[in-house]
Each structure stands twice: as structure tokens, then as C-alpha cells.
């Protein structure tokens, strides 16, 4: 198959591929720095620091 | 419905015409030949904002903030057969400062979108002897551009005193001056001798002839209710202005060497009174010009012309003009400068630095623009300072747009890069009388939106005024209201800004609502009707509700409406009179006015603080530093202070308890009298009617009163049933409640009438002689109440009084019998409901009563479980009306209303949190106090109205009095 | 993703971190997304005036507001549209340099953080003000417009992706939806990108000829208001819609937008529940390609809905909605940096027109049913005047 020279390096990485255990890990990366972020500023915001 | 309320706008409009006209305030069909002074028409379109029109703040060198505006404006145009015309001075860029640039503060100026410095101003005093205006209109000063307004007259025992403005070529105006020639001078009231607290009314009137205000000066000769006569009129003339269009170059003076200056060495050789300052060529070989400099520092008298010269070294030949300043970091905290906040642009180290200015333009007043002959320019003072406030650059020609001349371009504008017009009017689609498409485009090359809102009617002039500059305001003057409350858009509601810290104000007194609060013209159920009094007078009565200092607590979920935050207000047109048979509404019923009770409160050795705005990041004011001046009456406040030749000026304003301000701002200053060869003018003490204040010292931060004294209102008394007017001679009997009135005699020579009255069973229960109406009580007449009340007889709520304007027709008096009067109290609770508190007003002027206020005493919690408040009952238990909360989160106000029943129909308003509202502040109904609170929105709503017209957001930063402070906060209140 | 990368980082995980991988690897692709990033928009504690968003303002200015409406607002100008545009020029004409994709990849991790930031952006609440019956119209309209447009996908044979992203984007009325639907959908970027200009075109369409087809009906223009804003759609679309009808129905507009706006979760959800049961329910058929690869219901949707519902509980204020939402410009701005560089221009045209058939058969489907279901409810006085 041809590389899709937007998305995949020579070492045959696809940076918009994601699936397995690779998508868990970023999804759960992605929803622990969102639930960081929502508590953080909402707790901030309830101490009224903004 | 708004589609019909749009097509119904012109009827409204001319309906308004009408009404001002039948007013006795007669506009002048003005010449189209001269359009200085006069404002665009009174539909003409407002664009608060066009890239290429700046709103800057700017400091000066003294670390003075100057908040800059510019703004394009299109006057006196006319539409027929297919051709837009515009007079000559119709169509005129304009750039202000607030307050004014002067020569040797390195002040910031707009030109033409350019970030310029004025360096230097030739000016003068204009003088004009034996002027007059008649009642209503704007005169030419000559053939200046300027004109005079005499807005309108007003009297005291029945004597006249006037309101009027000097209105400058842009339309204009500092402030609306009162002035008589037939009451006591200002200087006057130190006369009399006078104890602390509540004391008697004064007798005496003050209201001076002469008006004082810096450099201008108004000498009445003869004020009349149809004509002003001025002696004499001076006010401020500027004849040249330079400017610098490039930042200057800021240098070290290092003494007795030199420092380089592209290829030009300019020493500076140390002299016992300055520097000698000198400039050559590259080598030093070849002098261009030497001359002995001063350094400059803050002392304000240096702008003088005369003195100016010692400041500057300016060579035209190489383009530059050479100042020393003194680094402005060692002027922080001095005497002099008190405000100076750090050090501005290019000054590093060093105390004595070279301020080399360079590429100057050269502008003179009436003379063409340097870059574009089709345009001249006007220089416009500051009336105080005398100092620029605005430039004007306007068409020499009159313009013509027709179908094959669709495009007017502005003056060309100086550039780095590219000289090019500054602006391009285009009027298309010019079709009959009326013009369907028209837009400006800056040299940006953005354009406005189309400037007529309904094509399809299209519009029958091209008037506009695009940017934000403050001068709108003085311009709207007679229309802002009218284009308030124009319907075609329906209730403008402006979202809030929902913060974590929304204003909380724990007692409304004395303030104003929310600057966002809606305006609601007119609700069925409030009244707003013409009565006439004795002497026929047109006089308007009118009812209002507001509720300022209201906030929603997002923590707990409720709407709070302060004490004094929910009030019922009835106003006349002018304040209502005793003995004139005047009528005003109480909570939608028809009221007679009967008597008050009135005096004066006078405070001695008062200390006043400035006033510096501090909110506490909420936008939400504290007046602290306010002096109370009675219980609930007013308070009187320090706004700002200003220097004359470094003369302190103070600034004060005297809030009423409703929050609104009493008359314009009071000026004072010591030292500034005229015999002492000063340039400046202005009064040392303060005396306008009944109110006048004494200062033992006027300083910029602090004014120390050794006496002030204004009117206070204790009680008013009135009926709701119509009084009647009698004829009695001596021995004739008239029914009055429950008692039988009897004339006893009549002496006409003595102008008197004695009245005995008799109760059911023949008894006779109090007697009274009226009068003597003589010579000495007229001319104090009506509003002396010790000599109105001898023209009254008043036994419990029997209330009769003697026609003071034709009291005896053939022997007989003529009498008004009133019955079932009833006395409201200050600070107690209404008759008809004891949740509202009564509240009346008094005017400083004269001690009559002004507006009767109902509010509550105690905070109103509205929330989800209690959406419903019901206003001021009335005789028959129902409410005037209903605070509705139709949907409320806890934290945003989603909907809300304001309802009234009349004749069991239900009226109610629009939805009030069209856009999400963070509190209920509203003003319903159009009365003088609801005036006066739009006039202080004003702009910040004009600006606004154009968001709501097309669904956008508001603006970030809201336009005001002086441009670009983020909202309103900072206006002088 | 092949094998042999699944494998590769299968070999080097250590914990779920390994996916952002190492410092050293990221930084050229997070620094590429962050100037795309404030290069496109306006962003949060970034003072930089070079951005699109405000060269597109200033285009706005020079052409002037059509019916009241900025013209790049009318071609849906946001966020979201900005980076990508930025992205797709430089990776079309520069290409995608190798030492970037790993930085891109954080994608990934951002797309899902941003959405679950948008949950408290959708206070249902706020919409309660319309009264009953518009919000049901909007309602029904949502899921009725997202089930007739995947009946449509099915009907012209289209990539049930492709044809799920554009269920989202018109059922919605904003096709920021179809870029949140990418991640649940599976769908490829330049099927995003044709869906959403799709969208966009039939709303430019639909926003020219729906006050013409609706003028001979005489709906009231607090009602039009109502139509414009279900059935256009798109923000200042529908805006240029009403206001083409009258300066009420404009304003009604901008008052009923909210009650499309804050149901547009359940628009997504709707249409990955949808496809993804379909799929379940077909695990071999190769037509089937929506979700495929998601075998059970992901995690960080169901985040997203629980904080959703935490917004609907009121538990955000007002100033911590819009913090939170200016980090979701944050995270949007960068993810769609990286999609824009994904996508090549070939690619999206490949996708052909067959999605904008759907896009208009569905859209024109709904605006009928819309004006008789208003017509209706008007004649039979639900919706009072």
C-alpha cells in the first residue's frame, strides 16, 4: 500500500491511526487531563479565585 | 408586531416633532448654508465603531491618561430628485481628546488615524458685546461656527432665569450654563448669617449674571423669558495648532557637549537661566540655529503664549522642534504633579533629557487642510483651559452625490507608507427623495453596514455620525431619548457579564441603576399625560418605575432587590408648585398638590474627599467619600479636580436620594478672580438658587467647606378629589368636606379674606385671614412658603387658598377649596401599603417638591419558590404592578416581566432577559429621573443598540463619556 | 493503524503514558499544533494579532455584512475551521515533515479531552425559557433530521461514515459536531471535510431559498425565527436567513438558537449509538465500516455524559463554563491543527458529491417537515403569536 505521506514516516507510523491498547491509553490520557482541568477551574471558581 | 411598530416609527417620529414643538421648545428652521453647530438630523445613523476610526488611551508625558476618539460625521444633507446634497461644513472628520492638549506636555493626538503630538497652539479670547438669542433657539456668534442655545427658561417668583450653552462648530458643548439678571449675585449668600442643620428657608435667590468658566466668560445683560441679552460673551480661540506626527526622539542632555542626532550634533551649553541650545551640522562646523531653552516641567502657566517661546527651539528648515523636559520619574509624588503615574515613552535615565519632535504639520483654524485644499480645518477649545479639545477637518464645498457621483472621499490622510483619503463616502441607490444604500469605508478599506436600516422606506436624508467620540453626547441632547425609545427594535435587553463576584449593594440609596438596565418608554397603566396648572401651563405628569442596585446571589439561588431598590416615582415636567393648582399622579390617580413643608439643611466645616473611583473589580461604585445632607435628601460628592495654572478646581455634584444628579457639576476654585490679571476665571464659592456652598480651601484631592447649604422636604400634602374653585364675597357660604366655609370680609385695598369655618353643629372651629397679598408677598410668590402659607388656611383635611394671580373679581375672592387632603412624611411608611416608604424629593433651586418616591424599605428576595413581587398597593388593595420572574437557573435570569393591570386588561413588557441578565435593574416609563439616568448610558446604549440590531454580542469594551474604559464606571456621576 | 505499529507499541508500553510518548519525539509535531494553533485563532493568553480569525475579520469589514451576517461567519469560520484551513495549505503545499507525527498523534489524546470539556457547555436549562413545544420541534427535528439522513446515506449508497458525520453536522445545525462524531465514527479526515463543507454549502443554500419558500405561508416572524434557526442551522446562516425574512424573525432567531444549541450532545450520541448498534448487529458486513473498531461503548463518551449531566445539574457557574470552554478553543485549536495536516485536498475530493446529495435531500426533507409541523402547530395554536 501506498504511504500516505500526510500521515505515516518511514518507520510505517501512522500518526492518525489509533486503535488498541495505543487508543485506551490515549483516551484515558485525554480524560484525566480533562477531568483535571474541568475540576481544577470549577473548584477554582467555587473558592473564588476568577 | 415590530414590523408594524417600524412602519409606525416615522408617525412617532413626527409625533415627538409635534409634541416638542407644541412644547414651547420651537426648533428654528436653520439656514442650510451653515450647518456649524447644529447637529446631524434627528434620524441620522449611529455606527459606534469602523476599524479606521481609533479609540486610544494615550499618555501624555506627565503619565496622564487622554482617551482619544475620532469619528466621521454628515450634517445638514438634504435628498431631492435623485440628488444627496451636503452644505459646506456638513461633512467633517473629527478627533477629540478628553479634556485637552496643550502645548509642552508632549499630548497625544488622532490625526486622521495617525498617533500624532501636539506641540504648539496659538491662541486667543474672542469677544462678542451686545449679543442676543431668542428663547429656543441657537444663534450664530458672528460668523465663528459657534452658536448659543438658549434651551430653555425657567422662574422664580415669577421672575426668569435661563439655561444655555455656547455650542462650538461640531455641536459640542461643555455644559448647559444658568444665568439671570434680576436675582442676587453668587457672592451674595456669604451675606447671610445662618445656623447649622435644618433651618428656614432662605428668602433669598441666588443666580448670577455673570458665569464664570475659565477661560470663557458669559456677562448677562437682560434675561428675559423670550430673549437672552448678553453684555458680553468670551470664550477661547485657537488660530494655529502644530503638530508632530512621528513619536519624538528622546535623548540625554549631557551639558556642554553635544548629542547626535542623525547627522546633527545639538549641543547644550549651560546657561545661568537655561541651556543654550545649539544645532549643527554633522561636524559641528556649519550652526543651524542656537537659541536659550528652559527646561519645561509640569507648572501649567507655561502654555501662555507669551511665555511658550522660552521653551522651544524649533527649526522649520530641518523639520524639528527641540524641548528639554525634566525626566518624568522625578516628577512622581511632586507637588505638582500628583497623578504623574511613571515614566512615558523614551526617557531612560537621566534628568534632563532633549525631546526632539519631528515632522510637523502645521494646521490654522479656517484655513485648508496641508494635505487636501478640498477640506479646511477648525481647531475647537476646551472652553476651560482654552487648549485643544477637538479638531475638525470639513468639505470647503458643498457635495453632491447623484447617480453618476456616488462617492465623496475624505481628506487625505498623512501616512509613512501612503498618503491616501482618510475616508470614502458612498451613497448609492439614490432613488426620489430618499436613499435605500449608503455605507463609509475607511482607509483600512472596511466599510460600515448599510447606514439605512429599512430600504425598502428608505431614508430622506444621509446624515450619520460613525466612531464613538464623546462629543455624541452634547450632539444628542435633543434626541437621545427619542432614539431610546424608538420601538422599531423592540426592548433592547443587553446580556450581562456573569463574573464570580456580581455586584452585591446592601442599600440602594442614592444610586443609579445598572448602566444595562432596559428601558422600557412606555407600559400601559403608567401614566404619562399633559395637565395644566392656574396660569394654563402645559405642564407633563408623568409615572415611573425603576429598580436599581437589584443582584442575583448565584450562591444561594435568589434575586435581591436592595432597600431602595424597588422605586415608584411621579415627576411634572418642572417641580410642582404650591399655590398654582398643580397636578401630578399618585400610582396611576390624578393628584392636586396642596401644600409642603420644606427647609433648608445647612452643614457647616465639612471635609470632602475626592472621589476616586475605586470598584471593587465588580464595576460595582462605593461612594464613601460621600457627605450626607439631611436623612435621604442628598449627598454631595467630590467628582474630579482639574488645574488652572495650577490652581486647583474642584468638581462637585449633588446626588438626589433617587440617583440622580441635581443640575450640572459645580465648579470652584480659589484665586482665579479677575482682578488679579489671571487668564483663567472662575467662582470661589458656589450659589445657585437655594444651594450654595462656602469652601475654606479647594484643593485636588480634598475641599475643606466652611458652609453648604441646599433644600430639604419634610411632608407633602394633597387630594385625590379635584379642588373647586369659588367666587365668595363677604358673608357668602361655600360646603367644603364636612364643614361649611365662611368669607367673613374682604379687604380688597388690603388684599386680604377672612375665612372663618364652622363645623355640622354651627361651631366654629378655626378662623384665618388670607393674605395680604400685597406687593412684597407677590414678589415672593409661590415659592416663599412662609408667605405661601399666609394664602392658605388648612384645618385638617380641609386645605383653602386665595388665587394669588386674580384673587378678587367684583368685590368678591376668588378661592380653591380643597377637601380630604391627605399629608405623606418622609421616611414613613405609605398609606396604602406599608411595605413602601414615602419618599419626596425637593429641588435645590426653589424648596418645591420635585418627585414623590415609594420604595422599600426592606431587601425584596425573589427566587425560584417566590417569582412574583407585587408593586405599591393602591386605594383598592391591587398593586400598580408585578415583578414577574418567569425563569430564573439560580444564577442567569433567563426571563422576567414587568406586568400591569388597567381597566382588567393585562399589559405587560417585553421579555426584560431577552439576553441572560445577571440582575432586574430596569427603568420603566420616561420621567426627568429616568432621563437623567438614560443621559448618563447614553452612549454605552447607543453602542450597544447596534449589536441588538443585528443579533451580535455586545462589545468587549463599551463606549462611555470618555471612550474606551470598559463600561461605564468611570463616568463623573 | 497496521499491525506492525500495534505490535511496536504493544513492545514498548509501559503505562498508559507511553502513548504520549517521549518528550524528544513530540515536541517538533506539538510545537507545528501550537503555531498552527495561534496562528488560526484567537486564543486565551495569547496576544498575537496574525491570526486568520482576525485577517478573516478584517475581510469581513472590507466586504461588509450581508443581511447583518460577517461573510466568513456565513461560511462558518471558527475555531475549529481556522486551524484546519491552516493545516490543510501548509501540509497540501509544504507537506508533513516525518519528525512532527509523532507530536500529531496527540490527536488522539486531545480530541476526547475536548469534548469532555464541551460537556458543561450545554446547560440544557438555559433552553427551557423557549416554553414546550419549540423545544420539542427542535428535538424531534434533531433526531428525525439524523435519522433521515442515515436512511438517505443507506438509500445513495455512501460511506455510512461519511454519511454519519454529515447525520451529525445537519442534525446538529453546526458542523463542529462532525469533527466530535470523527473519533466515535471512526471516520477518515477528508470524509470530515467533505461532509462539512457539505453542510455548509446546503446551509448557504438553504439559508438563500428558505425565506422565499416559507413567505408564501405568512408564518408569523417570531415563528420564522424558529425555522431559521432548525432549519438552517449554522449560526450565522440561520441568522442570515431570518433577518432576509424580517428584523423579528432575526431576532427570534438568535432567541431559539439556544435550544438548538444546547441539545446538540444528544445529536452526536444519537448518531453513534445508532451505528454503533448497527454494527454490533452486523460485526461481518464489509459495508458497515462506522465504528468499526470500537467494540464496546468508549469510556470517555460515557465521561462526557456524565458531565453533561453534571452541567444540566447546574453544577458549573457561568465563569467556569467559559474558562473551561476557553481551554476547549485550547485543545480544538490543536487537534484540528493536526487534522488539518492530515488531509490532503485530493483525498476530500475524492470523497466525491454524492454526501452533499444526502446533505441536501436530508436538509430540504426537514425544512418541508418543519414548516408543516410549525404551520400545524400554529393553526392549532401550540406555538401562540
Redesign the interface.
Known sequence: MER???????D????????????????????L???I??AV??F???L?L? | MIHCLKKLFPFFCVLVAFILMTDGRIRQAYALDDPHGLEPADDMTFFPHLPGLRNKVFKNYLGQGKSLSEAVVLRGSEISDGKATVPAGGLFYLSETSGDAAPLRRDPFLLLGEHTYLVDLESSTYTVKDFSVKGGRKAQVEDTGYRMWYDYATDHYEKPYAELALISPSGGWPLEFPIASVFAEREEIRTIKIGEGYVEQLEKFCMDKEYLYGASRFVAKNITYDEAQFESIEFPWITEATFSMHRPIVMDVRQDDYRLYFDKRIYAFRRPDGFLVRVTGFTGGKVYAEKLIKPITAQGYKSMCKKKDDYHLTIPDLDIRIEIMVQPLHLKNSDFVPWSTGKSHGFQEGVLNFVVYRRLINVRHGEPWPLDKRYKVLLEPNMMTGMLQRLLIENAEPITFDKDHNTCTGPVKWSNFWNRPAFKVVVDKLDGNVVREQYLRDYFFARTENMVFWPKEGRHNIDFFIGSSPVLEPILEDTFLTRLADPSFGTVVEESQFTSYPKVISDSSFYEPDHTAPFVPRLDGLMRKYTRDRKKNRLISAESIFIRGSYVDYRNGKIIIPPAGLCYSSRNSRNMRTLSGEEFYMLGEKAYLASFRSSTIVRKNVHLDFWKNQPMGDGNLMYWQDELLGIRNKTLRMTDHCYLDDRPVGEMSLMKYSGNRWGAHFLIAQGLDRDTGNRYLMPEIFAEGATWIIPEYVGSNYLKIREFGTPSIESFSFTYKKPKETLMGAGEHAKIGAYDLQCASIDPDAKTVALVLIDETGKEVASKTLGPLDEGAIGLLPQYLPVAEKMQFTHEDIHVELDIYDPFKEGKARLYLYSQIQMLKRDTPFEFDDRFMVRPDVCGHCYQLNEVLLDNPAPIILDKDHPVYEGPKRKDGTPLFRIVIDHFDGEMIHAWHMETIEDDELHSTDNLAFRPRNNIDVLIGVTGTIEGFLRLSMLPRLGFMESWRISSHGPETKLSGSVNTGGSAHIRR | MNNAQAIAYDVRRKSFLTSLYTFREVLPGLLAMFFIAIFSNNLAGVPNPFTLENLFQWLDWVIGPLNHQPFFQILNSNFVWNPILLGLIIGNIFGVPDSWKRGLSYIHMLMPLGIIMLGPHFMIFHAFKLGFWPILIIVVSLFLTATVTLWFTKLFRLDDRHGSIIAGGLSTGDPHAGVILMPLIKAKGYQVMNASIGVILFGIIAMLILPLIAAPFNIPEKYMGLVAAVGVGNGSQSLYAAYASSYEAGRYAYWFDVGRHVIMPAGFIYVFLVMFIRKLRNPEDPNIRATRGINKFPVWLGVFIFIWVLACLHLFKEPAHHAIFNMVKWDFSLAAAALGLSISFRDIIGAGVRGFVVTCAAGLLRIVFLLAAILLCIKTGLLTV
Not at chain 1, 500516505?4 to 518511514?10: I, R, S
Not at chain 1, 485506551?24 to 485525554?30: F, I, T
Request: hydrophobic share 35%; net charge negative; charged share 20%.
Open positions: 500516505n505521506q500526510h500521515t505515516t514516516d518511514l510505517g507510523f501512522d500518526y492518525m491511526a489509533n486503535s488498541g491498547i495505543e487508543e485506551k491509553d490515549r483516551d484515558l490520557s485525554g480524560m487531563i480533562a477531568l482541568i474541568i477551574l470549577t477554582f471558581q467555587y473564588g476568577y
